[in-house]
C-alpha cells in the first residue's frame, strides 16, 4: 500500500525557516517523480514545486521560487521541501504527491499525503 | 504561463441530474489534463488523467472530456457521496496549475 507521511509542519514567525519531509512507502520511491503542493485554509490547491525521480530536475512556482527547495534522499525514500524567507501567505497545508509513472514529470498525482500545516505568523 | 479557468465556481444540483464542469486552458496543453475531488476536509483524489482516462476504482458515472484548450468533467448521475470541490490541472509543462475550483452541492 502507497503511503506518504509528511511532518516538520509548525507554527514559524516570518522571515524565519522550515523543513517538511515526506516519508514515502508502498513503491519503488527513487523510479517516481514527487511534487509538493498546498492549499491555504478555505482556498484551493497550488502546485509548488516537483522533483524528477532521480532528483536532477526540479521546478517551482514562481510564488516560491528562491526562497524553497525540493530535494529528495532515494536512499531514504523520503522528499523534502526546505522553505526560507516565510512570508504570511505562506501559510497553508502542504500535501506531498506522487505521479503514477515511471521515470516521468508530465503526469498527474495518484498519491497524496495527508498533508503538514505550516502557519507563518508573529 | 498558462492559466487553467473552471466554470461555474459554484453548482447546485439535485440527486440523479447530469452535471457538467469545464476547464478552459489559457494555451492549448493537448490532452495533459487532469479532474481531482475534494471533500470536506479530505485529501485530493484523482478521477480522470490524459483528460478522458478513469483513473482505477472512480465510478463510472464520472467522466472526462476535451483536448487543446477546452475540457469538461461530467456526472452522468449526481450522488450525494459526490458532494466536494473539483479541481482540473494541467500537467505537461511547469507550472502544474490547478483551477480554481468548482464546489458542487445538492439541492
Known amino acids: 500500500e502507497v503511503q506518504l507521511l509528511e511532518s516538520g509542519g509548525g507554527l514559524v514567525q516570518p522571515g524565519g525557516s522550515l523543513r517538511l519531509s515526506c516519508a514515502a512507502s508502498?513503491?519503488?520511491?527513487?523510479?517516481?517523480?514527487m511534487s509538493w503542493v498546498r492549499q491555504a485554509p478555505g482556498k484551493g490547491l497550488e502546485w509548488v514545486s516537483a522533483i524528477s525521480a532521480g532528483g536532477v530536475t526540479t521546478y517551482y512556482a514562481d510564488s516560491v521560487k528562491g526562497r524553497f527547495t525540493i530535494s529528495r534522499d532515494n536512499s531514504k525514500n523520503t522528499l523534502y521541501l526546505q522553505m526560507n524567507s516565510l512570508r504570511a501567505g505562506d501559510t497553508a497545508v502542504y500535501y506531498c504527491a506522487k505521479v503514477p509513472f515511471l521515470q516521468s514529470m508530465a503526469a498527474p498525482f495518484d498519491y497524496w499525503g495527508q498533508g503538514a500545516l505550516v502557519i507563518v505568523s508573529s | 504561463d498558462i492559466q487553467m479557468t473552471q466554470s461555474p465556481s459554484s453548482l447546485s444540483a439535485s440527486v440523479g441530474d447530469r452535471v457538467t464542469i469545464t476547464c478552459r486552458a489559457s494555451?492549448?496543453?493537448?490532452?495533459?489534463l487532469a479532474w481531482y475531488q475534494q471533500k470536506p476536509g479530505k485529501v485530493p483524489k484523482l478521477l480522470i488523467y490524459?483528460?478522458?482516462t478513469l483513473q482505477s476504482g472512480v465510478p463510472s458515472r464520472f467522466s472526462g472530456s476535451g483536448s487543446g484548450t477546452d475540457f469538461a468533467l461530467t456526472i452522468s448521475s449526481l450522488q450525494p457521496e459526490d458532494v466536494a470541490t473539483y479541481y482540473c490541472q494541467k500537467y505537461n509543462t511547469a507550472p502544474r496549475t490547478f483551477g480554481q475550483g468548482t464546489k458542487v452541492e445538492i439541492k
Open positions: 494555451q492549448d496543453i493537448s490532452n495533459y
Open positions: 490524459a483528460a478522458s
Open positions: 508502498g513503491f519503488t520511491f527513487s523510479s517516481y517523480g
